[in-house]
């Protein structure tokens, strides 16, 4: 990984590490394959952290341009699907 995630300086570091952990399973669904629940509970931390909508998007643009992984497609998987793993190409 040759790239940095989206960080706010405001967070707190237990902040921080929850929002690097999110980002973390994003890659992880693209690379090889993460658990629906951990997924999901990653993300409702995040939408702790990150509660507005338009912040969520650009921090999501922002991981993107970063690492070339969509967290969208990722989160919307998780949540329509009935599968116990999650797993895009």
């Given amino acids: ?16 590490i929850d929002v690097v952990n ?15 629940e951990e997924l999901l509970a990653a993300y409702r931390r995040f939408k702790d952290i990150v509660p507005s909508k338009s912040e969520e998007k650009t921090y999501f643009a922002d991981f993107e341009k ?9 989160v919307k998987k998780a949540r329509e699907s009935e599968q116990k793993t999650i797993k895009l190409k």
């Fill in 66 to 74: 970063a690492s070339g992984y969509a967290s969208y497609p990722v």
């Fill in 1 to 16: 990984m040759s790239y940095h995630y989206p960080l706010d300086e405001t967070w707190s570091k237990e902040e921080i």
């Fill in 22 to 36: 999110f980002f973390s399973l994003i890659e992880n669904a693209y690379e090889q394959q993460v658990e629906r």
